[in-house]
Structures are given as structure tokens and as C-alpha cells.
């Protein structure tokens, strides 16, 4: 560049370069050079303009951190601007969507809209984000095809410097196989109540498996009792004497105890 410059070819050329400061950390910098020429063909000196941009280098590379960071993600982002039109979306939305980055750009997020929720959701939905606020809640959604999913969604809105919404950043995370899970787990426990009411329905009924045995423990407690009552010639059947306990008749017996199990 120094040549170009001296041979006349370029008026002026501009470079970054890095420096280390007397404390030992890295500054960055913007030189930009200009010949200066009083006779001849040469110029006799230069004037070097050195900008600092330390802080504008450390902007770029966090601005590359972050965006790594969202391409990488595990979980599904996107960004609309203040209409909702989509402007960018990460790898993660594709995979959990199947729409591609150029299918989602420019487009309406409502693409996967799956009609599950009603007007009123989507109301509360964007009176929050547009109000600045953060909006957090469970969606069912339509993938490209034709399937639906759940997932937790955060809408958080971005803010200009006035202090209005320039943009929304959408987080989203499949919880189907959680929700399916959850949903496994209640019909389950709806099967087993419905079968321990019947098994308590039934248990009495000649031929239920708990019948036959709770039958002859009753049995053997009437016997048991009714070799300890003893009953004086001549007394009417059925009544015991002061003291004596009650006899009762079997299938009086088998009511009660079947109520008390």
C-alpha cells in the first residue's frame, strides 16, 4: 500500500491495526495515511491519522459471540420486527418447524398457527409484548407437515432508544414428548381407578377371585362364636342371653364386613 501510495496510484489508504498498551492490554486502532507532496515526483512526508476503535472491535466480536451462540442453540429463535414479519430464525426453528430459514423470512410466524388456541390467546398474547413486556405461556403449533407440538414459548421485546418496541425475540422449547408423557401417566391412573372400582364393585359376586375367601372367613367366625354361645333349652332361636354375643345371620355378616373393606 505504501508503494501504491508513492507512486501516486492511491491518494490515501486506511487500515486496522492492533497495539499493545504500556499496561500491557490490546488496543486496537484505525490508521489512515496521506502523503504529502511540495516537489517532485515523491511525496517529502505522510500525515497518519490513528482512531481508536477499541471498543467498537470488542463490539463486533461480541456481536460474533452472540450470534454463534444463537445459531448453536438447542432451542428454536427467532426474531420479527414490530409487525411480527419474520427477520431472522436459527437453525433449531428449522429442525423443530420444518421450515427453512429462506421459507420463514419474511413471512408471519402464524405459518405454524395451529387453530388450538382462541382469539382471546393471542389477544393477551400481543397486548403484553406490545405493552414491552415479557410474554411466557405453553403453544401448540403446526409443523410444515401437518403435525402439531407443544412447546414453551418466551416473547421478549426489544426496545429503541425511545423506548419503543423495535423488535420481538421468540425462545422456543418442544415439550411434546413431556406433554405425551403427562398425558400417559393420567390415563394410566384413570385406568387403575376405574379397575379398583370394579374390583370393589365385584369383590362380593360368586366367582370374583376375593369372594370365595373372604366367604369362609366369615364362616369360621360364626362357628367360632357359635361354640362360645350356648343357648339354654327351650330359648326361642336367634336370641342369646345377657351378655352373650349376637349371632349373625351369614349373609348379614358378608354385607357389613363387604362395606367395611
Not at 405459518?111 to 405453553?138: C, D, Q
Not at 375367601?213 to 339354654?232: A, I, K, M, Q, S
Request: charged share 30%.
Amino acid at each position: 500500500s505504501m508503494e501504491r501510495l508513492e507512486s501516486g496510484a492511491i491518494r490515501d489508504f486506511t487500515m486496522e491495526k492492533r497495539y499493545f498498551h504500556k499496561n500491557g492490554s490490546v488496543v486496537w486502532v484505525e490508521l489512515t495515511v496521506f502523503p504529502m507532496w511540495q516537489a517532485g515526483t515523491k511525496p517529502e512526508f505522510h500525515i497518519a491519522i490513528v482512531q481508536d476503535i477499541t471498543a467498537r472491535k470488542q463490539a463486533e466480536e461480541n456481536s460474533l459471540l452472540q450470534s454463534a451462540a444463537l445459531e448453536s442453540a438447542a432451542n428454536a429463535i427467532a426474531i420479527t420486527d414490530n409487525n411480527g414479519i419474520l427477520q431472522w430464525v436459527n437453525p433449531a426453528w428449522t429442525e423443530l418447524t420444518g421450515y427453512s430459514k429462506e421459507e420463514s423470512i419474511g413471512r408471519n410466524p402464524n405459518i405454524i398457527k395451529s387453530e388450538k388456541h382462541g382469539v382471546e390467546f393471542y389477544k393477551t398474547m400481543w397486548n403484553t409484548i406490545l405493552a414491552g413486556k415479557v410474554w411466557r405461556g405453553e403453544v401448540v403449533n403446526k409443523r410444515k407437515d401437518g403435525s402439531l407440538y407443544y412447546e414453551e414459548e418466551t416473547i421478549t421485546p426489544v426496545l429503541d432508544g425511545q423506548g419503543q418496541v423495535k423488535n420481538f425475540i421468540a425462545i422456543k422449547f418442544d415439550i411434546t414428548e413431556r406433554k405425551q408423557a403427562e398425558e400417559a401417566l393420567r390415563e394410566s391412573e384413570r385406568q387403575q381407578h376405574r379397575g379398583l372400582h370394579g374390583q370393589q364393585h365385584h369383590a362380593g359376586a360368586p366367582g370374583h377371585p376375593g369372594a370365595a375367601p373372604r366367604v369362609d372367613r366369615l364362616r369360621r367366625t360364626r362357628r367360632r362364636r357359635e361354640r362360645h354361645v350356648r343357648r339354654p333349652a327351650g330359648q326361642a332361636p336367634g336370641r342369646g342371653r345377657a351378655g352373650d354375643a349376637p349371632r349373625i345371620p351369614l349373609r348379614l355378616a358378608l354385607a357389613m364386613a363387604l362395606r367395611q373393606w
